[in-house]
T-cell receptor
């Protein structure tokens, strides 16, 4: 079955520390992968996406993610976290060239940033 | 930068009442979607819409739900007779193309059914 797993429900990091948010997917077709961020009271903002090519993708706000097919993972990273990064982060997967357009989301990881 | 807008931001209704959630997708986009997020749960796909018809729907999208693009700009989700379990945040999204294209999300409408 198609699914996305974000194993960490809640993560707390200190400002300036590095961050890695985990995402694993199960998808029969070739996936395309997204990370979205949701700040309180806001909608889902796209951070970055992977369709093909270089497996390390750069996004907005200094985030990057690496696609590892062998591990079915697409982890999100940031070398130095800012207080404004506190939000909920969602990994999502869709079908590349498939018949469906829907995105399948993980349960999200809530990031808290300590001063 | 163009964005998807949704109204209202919060709607409170009584069980059994009809509600219409409104969305204005990005103007040159052709594909439209509704998702929902029950509090504390994951974002779930409801329906996709293209060329004035539903292209895909989930098992959640039963006969109580309908979508419409009544004019060139709005995209609506109607729930005919709301249930307590319909309480959720409803997100509208749009994309220019299907398949690999990025879906851009609106800020959501929080629906509370009493």
């Amino acid at each position: 079955a198609q699914s996305v797993t974000q194993p960490d429900i809640h993560i707390t990091v200190s400002e300036g520390a590095s961050l890695e948010l985990r995402c694993n997917y199960s998808y029969g077709a070739t996936p395309y992968l997204f990370w979205y961020v949701q700040s309180p009271g806001q909608g889902l903002q796209l951070l970055l996406k992977y369709f093909s090519g270089d497996t390390l993708v750069q996004g907005i706000k200094g985030f990057e993610a690496e696609f590892k097919r062998s591990q079915s993972s697409f982890n999100l990273r940031k070398p130095s976290v800012h207080w404004s990064d506190a939000a909920e982060y969602f990994c999502a997967v869709g079908a590349l060239g498939g018949a469906t357009n829907k995105l399948i989301f993980g349960t999200g990881t809530l990031l808290a940033v300590q001063p | 930068e163009p964005e998807v807008t949704q109204t209202p931001s919060h709607q409170v209704t009584q069980m059994g009442q009809e509600v219409i959630l409104r969305c204005v997708p990005i103007s040159n986009h052709l594909y439209f979607y509704w998702y929902r997020q029950i509090l504390g749960q994951k974002v779930e796909f409801l329906v996709s819409f293209y060329n004035n018809e539903i292209s895909e729907k989930s098992e959640i999208f039963d006969d109580q739900f309908s979508v419409e693009r009544p004019d060139g700009s709005n995209f609506t989700l109607k729930i005919r007779s709301t249930k307590l379990e319909d309480s959720a945040m409803y997100f509208c999204a749009s994309s220019m193309r299907e398949g690999t294209d990025t879906q851009y999300f609106g800020p959501g409408t929080r629906l509370t059914v009493l």
